[in-house]
């Protein structure tokens, strides 16, 4: 029942594509809810976890997302799923704003970190993996055990609870159950953080081939820079909710031009011993607190000058992508 | 202090309770020897379940209730630790040995700040007045890296940034300048910049103070960034050990052959990566033979019978029937 | 450095076999209600039935026979000669029967009402838990008391004894829907942010189908607990009205009425009218009490 789409890597300009986002921001507000709400006094400010984020996937490809803890990925991905409203901008998938029960209807699905929050405990797995069929209407036959064959778990399984699995057999019935949707787009929400190494290989190796044989588009987001490196076509660098930097994979790794995207590289761990570099300068405090005018990254950038501090750069075409700095 | 290494572990084994009701109880940690010798950082890595932070608990003494040390010797600087009463570990951990958690905020007294806390710990330790004490703290502070450490004595834990918590972490740890340091998954919980300064620092600290350190890690690259030496554990045993450099270019055990080639390499060609099948037995469900065997492309009949052999391999040592051969091609079915 | 999290700390939870305390309130509350079940079988006597009562068999003691009529009575007859024995059966009967029908109201209420508020948040949230708040003001018996009258007052004259029960049952149940709200709303607000709701979201799912295909399942087991110790508060508010005389009627007499009748003759020496029925009530209110302890003890996460 999952069509084979043949895929032509498309080299669309920015403004075509399954995803759209134009001008995307996203803010949290910290005040009490409630009655408290009236009463707090200052009000504290709106937290922005997504600022003006404008980007685009075409079809067919893999958009790796990656940033540090805050940066504001997670919420993206949630936005891009409709699971929240953006506060301002636009965001399109197929055309349509993705939010409510559009989601289900463009056939966005998303995949999570914790697979074990993602099943719900109480279902069991033959249930859990059709979900999405059995929302629309009847489920055929045999599906379940067509998916969990897909995913590589046993048919017999589709009996049991969530629990009597281990977190990477969990995530392959998170994924299977994203399959029994017929998706167009798949969010991975840093789907193998939770997961140790050698599982995370099977995992891995699972959403790219499916992704291969079915077709679809992805937005792959995670902190680690090498799962991203291996799964993404092209790959966004989020720091405090705004996009600094966007490339090709192998011209962003090969050739990083904003100062923030290097030194995540060099600061990557490596197994030949030549990473792990803190290139932070001595005495910087890492965590953040916005920056109130100019580059967010200035305070920690080690090449910042006096315009770093007051100009804001704007995302801004360079080889292959964008990137914003006044000095790349 | 002696010439001989600061901690020294002999066949030590950890039983855990079975699975079910009253089940038979099962050894998690199985006859594992380790030594670490004064400024040298011993990376111990493995998955979760592996054993390795039970290995942990085991030298401080701080094993959860349930588990029990159930055979082996544990030599902290000469001295054997493993069947002192409760009140001499007491004295042992923090004087000897200090111990750097994952969780920061866990390890730190939310509702003292910490100055006092610094002062409090050095105070057990040290003859010092409370201004005496607080200096030491400021100095502890700037030792880990922390600016300004003076007017940070008075900030509360939830006041820092996760990084600088670790480094507060590592102060407390350090303050009766022990000989061992056992760090435990000590930056999973931390950005990957930030990752890079506490690992470089834990380094620094190790030469500078010719302290012995465990490192207890998930991540191969933090291993191969930060230890001397990796042990390599594998559903409680040790499967392989030697010079980090040599087990990670040549692994001669498959398991830790297939761990380094799935490991996604960050200046790697995109492509499968290679897999190892199946998953880590938990403790009680460990197949006869080699524990690995199921898992393993080498496997013969004699894998799945007999336990594996310590055998002498590329610097170091490993468990296994058929050490250092090359697997056949990495892809599953 | 001691603040490890001592996972190996946690103990399973007792299993009943090994908590003779648990054990010995299931098997005192299963005799009650097997008692109540089969009353019209067990009774030697049909307390209701005024034409087998005989007034000269008023006040015989317990274990006596009746020195006029020669008649038996185990725990005695009361004033009209009725057999107390017989009339504890029943009584245990209308009481359980108030009892758990009441607790089952005021869980379908509270538990929807804590479902709706806790999924959808927002201004259900704040007038759900507000409502929970005044009324939490007042105690319960209060609002079970206006509650029984505002019905009463509506409840046509030639209903109201046969209405009477199904009153009670609604002023019972319509007063002790708070604790289940508090906590299944509470329960619902965390399962609402796991990732498996979301994931339903994508799916298609209505609010409708989470809340009760995803999240309902998932927030039940405290309130099992919940309704236990709710069931004890719910015997012993029905005993307490039907006492105040405002509860079931003396044609249908619960445990409550029974210790009623009793009271007025506690200081003239027949002592067993009102002791039996308030030690059956006793013993009812404590083996569900207990056993909802154990419940507690038993399904708590912390402590299992």
């Not at chain 1, 629309?136 to 969990?148: I, K």
């Not at chain 2, 996760?162 to 998954?185: F, N, S, T």
């Not at chain 3, 506690?266 to 909802?292: D, Q, R």
Request: charged share 20%; net charge positive.
């Amino acid at each position: 029942m999952l069509v084979s789409v043949p895929v032509f890597a498309s080299a669309d300009g920015p403004m075509t594509g399954l995803v759209r986002l134009t001008g995307v921001t996203r803010h949290f507000d910290p005040s009490p809810r409630g009655p408290g709400r009236i009463l707090a006094r200052p009000r504290p400010a709106p937290l922005t976890a997504v600022a003006d984020v404008s980007l685009s996937i075409p079809e067919g490809t893999v958009y790796g997302l990656v940033g540090e803890s805050g940066s504001g990925k997670s919420t993206l991905g949630r936005l891009v799923a409709g699971l929240l409203a953006p506060s301002s901008g636009r965001i399109e998938v197929a055309g349509r704003d993705p939010q409510g029960a559009n989601a289900a209807a463009i056939g966005i699905q998303m995949i999570f970190q914790d697979p074990a929050a993602s099943l719900n405990p109480r279902w069991r797995v033959g249930d859990i993996v059709t979900e999405p069929v059995a929302a629309r209407g009847r489920v055929p036959r045999g599906l379940a055990e067509r998916l969990l064959v897909q995913v590589g778990l046993d048919p017999a399984d589709r009996g049991k609870f969530p629990r009597a699995f281990s977190g990477g057999q969990q995530q392959r019935i998170a994924i299977a159950r994203a399959l029994s949707a017929n998706p167009r787009l798949v969010i991975c929400d840093e789907p193998t953080s939770a997961l140790d190494v050698s599982v995370q290989a099977q995992v891995l190796n699972l959403i790219s081939d499916l992704r291969r044989d079915l077709g679809l588009t992805c937005l792959f987001i995670s902190h680690d820079l090498a799962v991203i490196r291996h799964m993404a076509d092209r790959v966004g660098v989020l720091y405090q909710g705004r996009l600094v930097e966007e490339a090709a994979a192998g011209t962003l790794f090969a050739a990083p031009r904003h100062p923030y995207t290097r030194m995540l590289l060099d600061a990557v761990p490596r197994l030949d011993g030549g990473g792990g570099r803190a290139g932070l300068r001595a005495g910087d405090i890492p965590d953040a607190v916005p920056a109130p005018t100019g580059c967010v990254f200035h305070p920690r950038c080690r090449v910042a000058v006096a315009r770093c501090a007051s100009e804001r750069p704007a995302l801004r075409a360079a080889a292959c992508g964008r990137v914003a700095c006044h000095l790349a | 202090m002696s010439v001989g290494p600061v901690l020294s572990l002999r066949d030590v084994s950890v039983s855990v309770p079975g699975r079910g009701a009253r089940g038979a109880r099962a050894l998690a940690v199985d006859r594992v020897s380790v030594d670490i010798a004064a400024g040298e950082v011993l990376g111990i890595v493995g998955e979760s379940g592996a054993g390795k932070s039970l290995l942990a608990s085991a030298v401080t003494g701080l094993l959860p209730p349930r588990a029990g040390l159930s055979g082996g010797e544990v030599w902290i600087a000469g001295a054997r630790v493993d069947h002192l009463p409760e009140a001499r570990l007491r004295r042992l951990r923090g004087r000897v040995v200090g111990t750097v958690f994952q969780d920061p905020l866990g390890a730190l007294n939310p509702l003292m700040t910490i100055g006092a806390q610094l002062a409090e710990t050095i105070a057990v330790h040290l003859p010092l007045s409370r201004s005496a004490a607080r200096q030491r703290a400021a100095e502890a502070l700037a030792e880990v890296g922390i600016p300004a450490p003076a007017d940070r004595l008075g900030c509360y834990p939830h006041e820092l940034s996760g990084g600088m918590r670790q480094r507060v972490g590592i102060a407390l740890a350090l303050c009766a300048a022990p000989a061992l340091l056992i760090a435990d998954e000590p930056t999973t919980a931390l950005d990957v910049s930030v990752q890079a300064q506490i690992l470089a620092l834990l380094k620094r600290l190790c030469r500078d103070r010719g302290m012995a350190v465990m490192l207890i890690t998930h991540d191969m690259g933090v291993i191969a960034e930060t230890a001397d030496r990796i042990a390599v554990l594998y559903a409680g045993r040790l499967v392989e050990t030697g010079p980090v450099r040599d087990v990670l270019d040549t692994p001669c055990h498959p398991y830790t052959d297939g761990l380094v080639a799935a490991v996604p390499r960050i200046d790697g060609r995109p492509g499968r990566l290679a897999q190892i099948p199946g998953a880590m037995p938990p403790p009680g469900a460990r197949p006869a033979g080699c524990a690995f065997h199921p898992r393993c492309a080498l496997a013969r009949d004699r894998c799945r019978k007999d336990p594996a052999p310590e055998v002498a391999a590329a610097g170091g040592r490993a468990a296994c029937w058929f050490p250092c051969r090359s697997l056949p091609a990495r892809t599953d079915p | 450095m001691m603040g490890r999290a001592a996972d190996g700390a946690i103990g399973r939870g007792q299993s009943l076999a090994r908590t003779p305390r648990a054990l010995l309130s299931l098997g005192v509350l299963a005799g009650l209600v097997l008692a109540a079940i089969g009353a019209p079988l067990l009774a030697p006597h049909d307390p209701f039935d005024p034409a087998t009562l005989d007034l000269m068999n008023g006040f015989t003691a317990p274990m006596t026979h009746n020195p006029y009529t020669g008649d038996l009575f185990w725990l005695g007859a009361d004033d009209q000669g009725r057999d107390v024995f017989s009339a504890i059966l029943f009584g245990l009967r209308i009481s359980l029967f108030v009892g758990m029908s009441a607790v089952a109201l005021a869980a379908m209420l509270g538990v929807s009402l804590g479902l709706l508020a806790g999924y959808l948040g927002g201004w259900v949230d704040g007038l759900t838990m507000r409502a929970a708040d005044v009324q939490l003001t007042f105690p319960a018996i209060l609002v079970a008391m206006l509650i029984f009258g505002v019905a009463k007052g509506i409840t046509p004259v030639a209903y109201r004894d046969e209405m009477a029960i199904w009153v009670l049952i609604l002023a019972i149940g319509l007063s002790d829907w708070v604790p289940f709200a508090r906590v299944v709303r509470g329960a619902a607000m965390v399962e609402a942010s796991r990732d498996y709701v979301l994931a339903a979201r994508l799916s298609g799912r209505s609010g409708p189908a989470i809340m009760l295909r995803h999240i309902l399942p998932n927030v039940l087991s405290p309130v099992l607990v919940i309704a236990t110790i709710g069931l004890a508060q719910a015997i012993v508010t029905e005993a307490t009205l039907s006492f105040l005389g405002i509860g079931a009627p003396p044609t249908q007499p619960s445990l409550g009425t029974l210790i009623r009748t009793g009271q007025s003759y506690l200081f003239s020496g027949e002592w067993w009218i009102l002791a039996f029925p308030a030690a059956t009530l006793l013993a009812l209110a404590l083996a569900v009490n207990l056993l909802g302890d154990w419940l507690r003890d038993r399904l708590n996460p912390v402590l299992q």
